[in-house]
């Protein structure tokens, strides 16, 4: 089962063929094992998020859950947080330290040929010209591309830490110059907020600033840009500029945000339902103004979206939706952090570029999710929660101590800890040995 979740890893390269969507599959072989087990606390908030999405999903439309198209858009939630579960149900002692290195060189390597050629035909700085003329490497969107290579950014600097290489920092100047070509602002904006938060020690006080940034200035952007005089749940947009960058941004001031607003006035508790956004509600019956219920809907399964995780997420889960997905985050941070600091004093470095990755993607992906629907896109969620599974799975090597014989002697697994044996480093940046 753990070379399912190896092969899923090794193929987020690209969506244009999008098996790395299989990283769910061992749930459906070993679902018995998710019982007689403890798990970290981010497994909490996590599972009752999607229960929450379930529910919501079967008041709303309980017919998407039989269509492709569902999965694929409006319900990609499920295909992107699923291989965490699977990470609970199978099990595996490799060097994971080795394996996300590999991986690293793999993800960059495999792009030096169609960046190439797009440097041959465009040119560095093509991109300031012409919008269009931007890299998109093995994706479908440019956003895709972007957001995975921002991912790929982070995973290369938990690498470096652990083991500091001149190679290493060859191809994360490299990553670094095709995540510039994409031209995706949202994954630039991501990637280098990163690097402040690791200069100020990723202490949790500043990630607490960060999440509560964010979701404040997205609400405030979406009231700014909203007309009192446009009635946005029925409005139909129509784009007039043609520079295709700034007719993205104008979608979004004009209509997204303040239409995701308008949602989550009409029901600011649970939402209108998951998967609403894209959908003509024609009527909405609510009660004290807390409760919204739609009728006279047509479904429509989409890419249309808020443009922004917390907008989204606020008009169609509402605050219940938003706040578990930030609870989950928030202590899937913490763990990571822990894990790390573990890993490197009493651990000799075991799986420490993992826990390092899933603390700065996380942080990179909040960050991203202002700009764009990124909690949910699989291009950018899969690297991560990929590598959660991995690490849920890994179980410790048995190691002899020779002074007492034959004795085996098993370290603990990462996700029994719940609390650091040594508070005091739990906060360092120390690298694996």
């Given at each position: 089962m753990a070379y399912i979740s190896l092969l899923a890893l090794f193929l987020t390269v690209t969506n244009l063929?999008?098996?790395?969507?299989?990283?769910?599959?061992?749930?459906?072989?070993?679902?018995?094992?998710?019982?007689?087990?403890?798990?970290?606390?981010f497994i909490t908030p996590l599972t009752a998020l999607t229960l929450y999405v379930l529910v919501s999903t079967l008041l709303y439309d309980p017919h998407s859950l039989t269509e492709f198209d569902f999965y694929r858009r409006d319900g990609n939630y499920f295909v992107a947080y699923a291989p965490i579960f699977a990470g609970c149900v199978y099990a595996h002692r490799w060097d994971l330290n080795k394996i996300l290195r590999a991986f690293f060189v793999f993800a960059v390597l495999i792009n030096v040929p169609p960046y190439a050629y797009y440097i041959v035909q465009n040119g560095l700085l093509s991109i300031f010209k012409n919008y269009d003329n931007s890299f998109g490497s093995f994706f479908i969107a440019r956003n895709a591309a972007g957001g995975f290579l921002a991912m790929l950014f982070c995973l290369?600097?938990?690498?470096?830490?652990?083991?500091?290489?001149k190679i290493l920092l060859a191809l994360i100047a490299l990553n670094a110059l095709m995540l510039f070509s994409t031209f995706s602002r949202g994954s630039l904006l991501g990637a280098v907020a990163v690097l402040p938060y690791l200069y100020f020690g990723r202490k949790r006080v500043i990630l607490a600033t960060l999440m509560s940034s964010l979701v404040v200035a997205s609400l405030a952007m979406a009231i700014y840009n909203t007309e009192p005089n446009v009635n946005y749940m029925g409005y139909t947009f129509t784009i007039h500029n043609s520079d295709a960058k700034l007719a993205n941004l104008n979608i979004r001031y004009e209509w997204l945000w303040p239409r995701a607003l308008a949602y989550f006035r009409q029901s600011p508790i649970v939402g209108m339902g998951f998967g609403s956004f894209d959908d003509q509600i024609r009527s909405v019956v609510s009660y004290f103004g807390l409760l919204g219920v739609p009728s006279d809907i047509?479904?429509?399964?989409?890419?249309?979206?808020?443009?922004?995780s917390y907008l989204n997420f606020l008009a169609e889960l509402g605050v219940v939706g938003l706040a578990l997905m930030l609870s989950f985050f928030w202590?899937?941070?913490?763990?990571?952090?822990y894990g790390a600091a573990r890993s490197a004093l009493i651990e000799r470095g075991r799986n420490f570029a993992a826990f390092r990755f899933v603390e700065l993607s996380s942080v990179c992906l909040l960050v991203m999710a202002a700009t764009e629907h990124r909690l949910v896109s699989p291009s950018n969620v899969l690297i991560l929660t990929l590598v959660v599974s991995l690490?849920?799975?890994?179980?410790?090597?048995?190691?002899?101590?020779?002074?007492?014989?034959?004795?085996?002697?098993?370290?603990?697994?990462?996700?029994?800890?719940?609390?650091?044996?040594?508070?005091?480093a739990a906060g360092r940046s120390v690298p694996g040995a």
């Open positions: 063929i999008p098996v790395s969507a299989v990283g769910f599959l061992p749930i459906l072989f070993c679902a018995w094992r998710f019982f007689g087990r403890s798990y970290p606390s290369g600097i938990a690498c470096y830490l652990q083991k500091r290489s047509i479904i429509e399964h989409s890419d249309s979206h808020a443009h922004n202590r899937l941070i913490k763990w990571s952090q690490l849920l799975a890994a179980r410790p090597v048995r190691v002899t101590a020779p002074e007492h014989g034959r004795r085996v002697v098993n370290a603990p697994p990462p996700y029994r800890d719940q609390r650091h044996p040594y508070p005091s």
